[in-house]
């Protein structure tokens, strides 16, 4: 059974403060990695795809990486606009989400 | 930029009432997905829809439900007799196509509430 896990489940940080959301992953046969960022009462935004192990992807603050069994989501000096769930989805046969995790940036 | 629109925003509705979720892909999209969200639970695939036909389906999707496109624009899904438990956001998203391009992009969503 195809299964993908965020960690951790909540993270807090200052404005500024650098950090890292993983996802775990286990799937018969990747298509894709993606990542979406989930305002409150909202859908899924796309943010990245990735499809290989060494794939890097950057946007703004934010930059994704993939490795064979995991994937990174790097965020750089966030501000308070950052903070919303980020949900990591995996591609085999269908679409599976993990749980996301909850970011707050504080001011 | 095109988007996913999806009508209502909210929907409110008595259990055994049937319903109807209403979708606008992106124009020149040809895969459509339902998707749903109980509160406070991870995103649930329910069905993909491909060439006038479902191509997948999960365990959710049980013969209470129904997809369709009734015409160029619009994709539709129903639910024949709700439940309490069909209470969630529901999504609807859609892709260019399959492979590389399958790329998913979901539209703001329905909140429906059965009561």
């Known amino acids: 059974e195809d299964q993908v896990t965020q960690s951790p489940e909540a993270l807090r940080l200052q404005e500024g403060e650098s950090s890292s959301l993983n996802c775990s992953y286990t799937?018969?046969?990747?298509?894709?990695l993606f990542w979406y960022r989930q305002d409150p009462g909202k859908g899924p935004e796309f943010l990245f795809t990735?499809?290989?192990a060494g794939e890097e992807k950057e946007k703004e603050r934010l930059k994704a990486t993939l490795t064979k069994k995991e994937s990174f989501l790097h965020i750089t000096a966030p501000k308070p606009e950052d903070s919303a769930t980020y949900l990591c989805?995996?591609?085999?046969?269908?679409?599976?989400f993990g749980k996301g995790t909850r970011l707050s940036v504080i001011a | 930029e095109p988007e996913v629109t999806q009508t209502p925003s909210h929907q409110v509705t008595q259990m055994g009432q049937e319903v109807i979720l209403r979708c606008v892909p992106i124009?020149?999209?040809?895969?459509f997905y339902w998707y749903r969200q109980i509160l406070g639970q991870k995103v649930e695939f329910l069905v993909s829809?491909?060439?006038?036909?479902?191509?997948?389906k999960s365990e959710i999707f049980d013969d209470q439900f129904s997809v369709e496109r009734p015409d160029g624009s619009n994709f539709t899904l129903k639910i024949r007799s709700t439940k309490l438990e069909d209470s969630a956001m529901y999504f609807c998203?859609?892709?260019?196509?399959?492979?590389?391009?399958?790329?998913?992009?979901f539209g703001p969503g329905t909140r429906l509430l059965v009561l």
């Open positions: 829809f491909y060439n006038n036909e479902i191509s997948e």
């Open positions: 990735l499809y290989s």
């Open positions: 989805a995996v591609k085999s046969t269908p679409l599976v």
């Open positions: 998203a859609s892709s260019v196509q399959g492979g590389l391009l399958e790329t998913q992009y």
């Open positions: 799937v018969s046969g990747l298509r894709g």
């Open positions: 124009s020149n999209h040809l895969y």
